[in-house]
């Protein structure tokens, strides 16, 4: 799908003092795997969540495959699905299979046909073992994997995920890298994990509410670093 951002800046009240996160964003992207770099603060979640209207921008717009997250939130957000890094911040339901059955819930499917495709999820993000816990029980790495099936399974044609493997050890971040990988669908990941970004089709740097540097992966994490290395 195409991402459209025109001439965003976008401003937290923040108790009315008024805090420019983005200023004068404008950017076409089409591309299957598109990565977000930069420093703490320089606006990534904020532009992520621009992609689902989770945020609305204070001035300019943004359009996903046409429709205006101002306009159209309800149907931006049937097609773009949102992981957060907290997976806590995410899993709504008491049980494993109860939260992934959620985002099938108004669809009008039959308890079965329910039931089928979240068997299917589970299976396919390694959880049916798991379907009948308590989601608090699992580990990190389940969590954020059980997140990933519960926003899946709603059938979005672009998947945004903020820092989804910061809080996981080594080898739960290698699954949820592993299972980003593999996914059909289309990506934009905000990552510090920088190596998650090799074969990414672009990769974006912000600094300090500016787009700095769009380009391949490679050139684009060259320039993050050496960002970071003038910081005094
Ligand atoms: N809801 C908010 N109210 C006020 N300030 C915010 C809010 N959310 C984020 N900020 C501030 O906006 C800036 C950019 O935040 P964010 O988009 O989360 O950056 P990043 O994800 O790159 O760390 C930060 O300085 C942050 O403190
Ligand atoms: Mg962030």
């Given at each position: 799908?195409?991402?459209?951002?025109?001439?965003?800046?976008?401003?937290?009240?923040?108790?009315?003092?008024?805090?420019?996160?983005?200023?004068?964003?404008?950017?076409?992207?089409d591309?299957?795997?598109?990565?977000?770099?930069?420093?703490?603060?320089?606006?990534?979640?904020?532009?992520?969540?621009?992609?689902?209207?989770?945020?609305?921008?204070?001035?300019?717009?943004?359009?996903?495959?046409?429709l205006?997250?101002?306009?159209?939130?309800?149907?931006?957000?049937?097609?773009?699905?949102?992981?957060?890094?907290?997976?806590?911040?995410q899993?709504?339901?008491?049980?494993?299979?109860?939260?992934?059955?959620?985002?099938?819930?108004?669809?009008?499917?039959?308890?079965?046909?329910?039931?089928?495709?979240?068997?299917?999820?589970?299976?396919?993000?390694?959880?049916s073992?798991?379907?009948?816990?308590?989601?608090?029980?699992?580990?990190?790495?389940?969590?954020?994997?059980?997140?990933?099936?519960?926003?899946?399974?709603?059938?979005?044609?672009?998947?945004?995920?903020?820092?989804?493997?910061?809080?996981?050890?080594?080898?739960?971040?290698?699954?949820?890298?592993?299972?980003?990988?593999?996914?059909?669908?289309?990506?934009?990941?905000?990552?510090?994990?920088?190596?998650?970004?090799?074969?990414?089709?672009?990769?974006?740097?912000?600094?300090?509410?500016?787009?700095?540097?769009?380009?391949?992966p490679?050139?684009?994490?060259?320039?993050?670093?050496?960002?970071?290395?003038?910081?005094?």
């Open positions: 799908m195409l991402i459209e951002v025109d001439d965003v800046t976008h401003v937290y009240d923040d108790g009315g003092r008024g805090r420019t996160v983005l200023e004068d964003l404008t950017l076409r992207a591309e299957h795997r598109i990565g977000v770099v930069g420093a703490n603060g320089s606006g990534k979640s904020t532009f992520a969540r621009l992609l689902n209207g989770l945020v609305l921008p204070t001035a300019g717009a943004v359009r996903v495959d046409g205006d997250t101002a306009d159209d939130g309800r149907a931006v957000r049937r097609r773009v699905g949102f992981c957060f890094t907290d997976p806590d911040a899993i709504v339901m008491p049980t494993v299979r109860e939260d992934v059955a959620f985002g099938l819930r108004r669809r009008g499917l039959t308890r079965d046909e329910v039931d089928e495709r979240v068997d299917a999820m589970l299976e396919e993000h390694g959880l073992a798991h379907a009948d816990h308590p989601a608090h029980l699992l580990s990190g790495g389940q969590k954020q994997l059980l997140a990933l099936a519960s926003v899946l399974v709603t059938g979005p044609d672009l998947l945004v995920m903020d820092e989804p493997t910061t809080l996981l050890d080594l080898r739960n971040a290698a699954r949820v890298a592993e299972t980003v990988a593999r996914l059909p669908l289309q990506v934009v990941l905000v990552t510090h994990h920088l190596d998650l970004l090799a074969g990414f089709d672009r990769v974006l740097v912000f600094d300090e509410g500016r787009l700095v540097h769009d380009g391949a490679d050139a684009a994490v060259g320039h993050y670093r050496a960002l970071m290395a003038a910081l005094p």
